[in-house]
């Protein structure tokens, strides 16, 4: 399979995680675009590009450093575009209101949990996936998605809760 | 609330926003971005994000080009849009 089919097979997923994670469409578009470039840089290599193909915990991953690396250097997290992501969050209605002390839940999962924790909340409440598939597409193997899951819950319970009191 | 009941509730709303982007035009604009040929009928490219900012695939499009230019005689990369 070329890039270009694999890219345009996944680019629905690829899109709507990266809006997940950063709460803006434009920093969605970047992170994955970055993503892609990552990905595209690594195609040549036959063992990349087959765990690329097979694995989307490994592509998400990809997105998910890539959005970190987006944020490491210093001028894109400057004051003003800050606030133009919260005011197109506010006027499209994303996650996350700056102006509320209680956190949201989509920020409540990527704070108060692991990576494979809000991976597995994300795809079994976002995307609709079972647990066990969900499970299955981020590497856990059989009875570990089913407690990865219910220890996310508790701990977004416990997270939500104390942010509510604080509030 | 319950937090199932916000999870369902946060996940309608994810949902109602993500249907509105164009994906199609993202995956164009990608594609553009790092050389890669695209169909005739896609719909409307351009090389920024719709906030303006110059994309970093934009920065190191033409990077990737000239080492995926090698790798074209191995068969792999590239191709043009078929899926969509």
Known sequence: MGFAVWAAENTNWILRESYFLTGSRSLAEDAAQNAFEKIFKAWPDDEKRNTIQQSRGYVSAIIRNAHSDYHKVPSRSNRNEQALDATENILTGGAGDPESLVPSVREAILNALDETESQMVYLVHYEGHSIGKAGAMIGLEAQQPYRVHARALKKLKIYLEGSEEEG | ?84
């Not at chain 2, 040929?37 to 990077?63: H, K, M, N």
């Open chain 2, 1 to 84: 609330m319950d937090l199932e009941k916000r999870l369902h509730r946060d996940a309608e709303s994810f949902a109602e926003e993500v249907a509105a982007f164009d994906t199609k035009g993202f995956l164009a604009r990608v594609l553009v971005t790092l050389g890669i040929p695209v169909q005739d009928d896609a719909p409307s490219l351009g090389a920024a994000s719709p906030a303006g900012r110059p994309t970093a695939a934009g920065r190191a499009g033409a990077e990737l080009r000239a080492g995926h230019d090698q790798d074209k005689d191995k068969g792999e990369g590239g191709g043009a849009l078929r899926a969509g």
